[in-house]
């Protein structure tokens, strides 16, 4: 697989910048801002890192982990009551795991690829 073609790394890139931006525009964001601007920022990081090298599985599996934490971060960090801080983690938390996942398989073939050349 060339660097730079998997879709599921671009749409998680873009959910990572969704959750990083989101303090700007989401209603009762204040308490959870600094968890989404963090882990919207390491799931745009590892996306990055995923686009460049196609077969570094660590980064599929730390997005998945990533999106994990934001979705039980309004639990964690008690935001709950922040409706659409929450929802925005709830949500992109797992698209994230769940676009992270299905990256997974491709990640391998193209790791299995450069290890036989």
Sequence with gaps: MKAWSRWQDWATLVAGLYAALSP??????????????????LIVLTSIAALAGPGAVATEWLN???????????WAI????????????????????ALSLTALPASRAAHHQAIQH
């Design 24 to 41: 700007i525009w989401v209603a009762g964001a204040s308490g959870a801002a600094p968890s989404l601007i963090v882990l919207g920022a």
């Design 64 to 74: 998945a982990l990533w999106g994990v934490l934001l979705f039980i971060a309004p």
């Design 78 to 97: 008690t935001y709950t009551q922040g409706q659409g801080a929450s929802w925005t983690s709830w949500i992109i938390g797992v698209l994230t795991v």
